[in-house]
């Protein structure tokens, strides 16, 4: 196995730079290289957490984006000062409500389905100029983002609103413009989750799914897409817990179709890296997610992930344990000092070329919410706001003709993590414009007596665990039995969706249907001005939203005929 060029892409190391990989690698034992290949997951940031994964010498370690920026930062210096190997940092820095940085005291810039939904990949630019810069000021140098999977299955509930849309072109070109950006900002970028999600309606967190593409399609679609990215220079792709049974029947190898890319050498090393080209490092999904647990027992997979291709081991469940199965795994010849040479060669070297072997100091911390980044967010905001349908003429509302407005929404929304997220404010905005707005309970009598339109305002983005999407009635309406009323035949209705765009599927005869894609608050206030005609809708669907829904064996002709 010959060692990775580091004077190419996507390292473009000088001598020094190589001197400084080719030095640090030989003063590591063996037991301290296998470390280097793991990145546990810190949730508290408590530094008796933090020292033991000093103390274990791992290559590095992720935390939530969306926590105070101030401990965040804090804990970035804390580890780097400490640490014998400079870091890597790392988080999922895809914007939207949930993965924003800092939270509230960072830019609110909408998701990438938002984004596509511009048309205009300036704003990937700017998502990634703004999560980057952000970033960087708490503390991160490596971002598991974009998400480069076509959103093709509209019950996949994982890819959604995380992704750039359904066509590979527009995927493509957003990826593209977003991974300049973070690199330039100084963040190692990532394109997943390879060989490709959004065929399959099952999440990948909880099960292991497929790519269920022919190869010409595939080709066609997510290999294209991966294609260009990796001649672009992305420095990290993440293989997921996703088969592609049609290249593992392809090359003659049966036995291999049911092995998601973080586990099978041929996806991850024969296509990706033989076929594709690609140089950079391979980290592989969360290896605590259902998708790579149901495979067998963690002492088999955990060096098989390694052997596999993938560099970096990412969220160990028990690091100590995970070390020690690694080494057995070299112990018994699972895997080879060979191929672990290749891994910290290249982990090493992702870490040359963020300049990391000079310096980890931060950037000024002032950058969050600053006012061109407040600035580019409203902006990509107000062009995402997209008009589905309005077949009932019933925009644009109105406080002479729409006063009296029934507003449907969750009665508690949660993140990812079940924790609760506050209230959405088009209620309060819309109060706040003159209309008189009631808040929909189980009781409540729906009549044109007492109402002029029903809004229904729903907020799902795309999260870690969740089964699925789709319109929840029991929860929107308050009982099993109101769950089956449908209101659009009693008062003119609209659904407003601050997250998925296919709620056409669950109310196609529903007349008005506004998707905006993120519930952050400029989009909320941009909704509120669209439904008001105070701005025009501009989005442009990064999807099909208004199509019924495509059996599995025919999603490969709609990607061949786009």
């Known amino acids: 196995m010959t060692l990775p060029d580091l004077s190419a892409s996507p390292f473009f190391l000088d001598d020094e730079a190589q001197a400084w990989v080719t030095r640090t690698r030989d003063a590591l034992s063996l037991h301290e290289k296998l470390a280097q290949l793991l990145i546990p997951l810190s949730f508290r940031l408590e530094r008796e957490e933090l020292d033991r994964f000093l103390a274990l010498g791992v290559g590095g370690i992720s935390r939530f984006a969306s926590l105070d920026p101030h401990a965040l930062r804090d804990s970035a210096e804390y580890l780097q000062e400490r640490s014998r190997v400079p870091l890597l940092l790392s988080t ?8 924003s940085v800092g939270g509230p005291a960072g830019t609110p810039y909408p998701n990438q389905m938002a984004v596509a939904a511009t048309d205009d990949p300036a704003f990937a630019e700017h998502f990634g100029r703004v999560l980057g810069r952000e970033g960087r000021a708490v503390g991160f140098n490596c971002t598991f983002s974009p998400v480069a999977d076509l959103d093709l299955n509209p019950l996949n509930p994982i890819v959604n609103t995380r992704s750039f849309g359904s066509d590979a072109a527009r995927v493509t070109a957003f990826c593209e413009a977003a991974i300049r950006a973070f690199q330039a900002e100084g963040v190692a970028a990532c394109a997943k989750h390879w060989p490709g999600d959004g065929i399959d309606y099952r999440n990948q967190h909880l099960v292991t799914s497929e790519n269920t593409l022919d190869l010409p399609a595939w080709e066609a ?8 990215l990796i001649t672009s220079g992305v420095k990290i792709v993440m293989p997921g817990h996703i088969t592609l049974p049609a290249y593992a029947h392809a090359r003659g190898r049966p036995d291999e179709a049911d092995l998601p890319a973080t586990l ?4 991850t090393t ?50 100590e344990r995970d070390l020690e199965f690694l080494c ?8 080879s000092e060979a191929r672990v040479e290749e891994a910290i060669t290249r982990v090493l070297a992702l870490k040359a070329s963020l300049g990391l072997h000079k310096s980890t100091a931060l950037p000024d911390l002032g950058t969050l919410r600053a006012p061109d980044h407040l600035a580019w967010a ?35 929304r949660r993140n990812g993590l079940g924790f609760p997220l506050p209230d959405l404010r088009v209620p309060e905005l819309l109060d706040g414009m003159g209309f008189e707005v009631t808040l929909y309970t189980p009781q409540t009598h729906v009549s044109p007596d007492l109402y002029d339109a029903l809004l229904y305002v729903v907020a799902e983005e795309a999260l870690m665990v969740t089964p699925d999407l789709r319109l929840d009635w029991v929860e929107l309406h308050g009982n099993p039995f109101r769950a089956m009323e449908r209101f659009w035949d ?17 109310a196609p005869r529903c007349q008005t249907l506004v998707n905006a894609y993120s519930p952050v608050l400029p989009v909320q206030e941009a909704v509120v001005r ?19 829904l495509r059996p599995v064996r025919e999603w490969h002709k709609l990607v061949v005929e786009r």
């Open 221 to 228: 679609s997510y290999g294209a897409v991966y294609r260009h």
């Open 530 to 548: 669209a439904l008001t005609g105070q701005q025009p809708f501009q989005g442009v669907s990064p999807v099909d939203a208004c199509s019924a």
């Open 264 to 267: 099978s050498p041929l996806l």
């Open 92 to 99: 999922d820095l895809e914007g939207g409500e949930l993965a």
């Open 490 to 506: 009693v008062l003119p209705t609209a659904i407003i969706s601050l997250g998925t765009p296919h709620y056409a599927h669950d």
């Open 328 to 335: 057995r795994g070299v112990q018994d010849g699972r895997l």
């Open 378 to 412: 409203e902006d990509c905001a107000a062009r995402a706001v997209t008009l589905v349908s309005d077949t009932q003429h019933l925009l644009p509302l109105d406080p002479a003709r729409h006063r009296r407005l029934l507003i449907i929404r969750q009665p508690q």
């Open 270 to 319: 024969t296509l990706l890296r033989d076929e594709l080209g690609f140089n950079g490092v391979v980290v592989s999904d969360a290896t605590e997610m259902g998708g790579f647990t149901s495979q067998g027992p963690r002492e088999k997979l955990v060096p098989q992930v390694i052997a596999a291709g993938c560099d970096i081991l990412l969220f160990p469940t028990d690091v």
